[in-house]
């Protein structure tokens, strides 16, 4: 079926710094989401993202973050500056539309905030 | 407050038994159930979804009964194999026009040969 890729799998850095998730959507899909995942948690929505704009985020979504898709290249998660608490297993996933369309998921990537 | 609850955390059936998975929801306006199959190191993979206009959804061995009235799902899983072991997520969606999907916490299922 339909792949959802995400670079890298995993990543460690030290807090403070400035980290990059990169996801390549299925191609012909419109809708991107990332879900954060803490170990032994439930996934929680992040964002959503349509036609170059967030549609909608939720509390975890701070200010630091932020996401873009530019020129239909990876749909990236920026986090900057980065802290303890962000880390998570982030995934991305896509849809070609929303509602009860299916979200296909990446595998995730594991972040390590030191 | 948690939106979407599953129960139990941790199942054990014996292969070719009957799996039940629980889930229940607080938000009136979800109404789109998707459970979503996830083996580790991989990322959710979407089993079988429902609308809350009906009250049940079947695809081979899987089937969701829904109950609106009670706000209560489940997923029966029949002839459980050893290969159907995975965490199971029980999600809901509705209320919006982004398609987000709020998870619970998640079963783990383990099939014993």
């Known amino acids: 079926g339909p792949k959802v890729l995400q670079i890298p799998s995993h990543q460690i850095i030290d807090m403070g710094q400035m980290v990059t998730l990169n996801c390549d959507p299925v191609?012909?899909?419109?809708?991107f989401y990332w879900y954060k995942q803490i170990l032994g948690q439930q996934m929680e929505f992040l964002v959503n993202?349509?036609?170059?704009?967030?549609?909608?985020k939720s509390k975890l979504f701070k200010d630091q973050f932020s996401v873009e898709r530019p020129d239909g290249s990876y749909f990236t998660l920026k986090i900057q500056p980065t802290a303890l608490e962000d880390s998570a297993v982030y995934f991305c996933?896509?849809?070609?539309?929303?509602?009860?369309?299916?979200?296909?998921f990446g595998p995730g990537t594991r972040l390590t905030v030191l | 407050q948690q939106q979407v609850r599953q129960s139990p955390q941790s199942l054990t059936v014996w292969e070719g038994e009957t799996a039940i998975l629980n889930c229940s929801y607080e938000?009136?306006?979800?109404?789109?159930f998707p459970w979503y199959q996830q083996f580790p190191g991989e990322g959710p993979a979407l089993l079988i979804a429902?609308?809350?206009?009906?009250d049940k959804k079947e695809d081979g061995r899987f089937t969701i009964f829904f109950n609106k009235r009670e706000k209560k799902l489940s997923l029966h899983i029949t002839d459980s194999q050893p290969g159907d072991s995975a965490t199971y997520f029980c999600?809901?969606?509705?209320?919006?026009?982004?398609?987000?999907?709020?998870f619970g916490d998640g079963t783990v299922l383990t099939v014993k040969p």
């Open positions: 429902i609308r809350s206009v009906s």
């Open positions: 993202f349509y036609n170059g704009k967030v549609m909608e």
């Open positions: 191609s012909n899909h419109l809708y």
């Open positions: 999600a809901a969606s509705g209320g919006t026009n982004t398609g987000k999907l709020t």
């Open positions: 938000n009136s306006a979800f109404d789109y």
């Open positions: 996933a896509s849809s070609p539309d929303w509602g009860e369309y299916e979200q296909y």
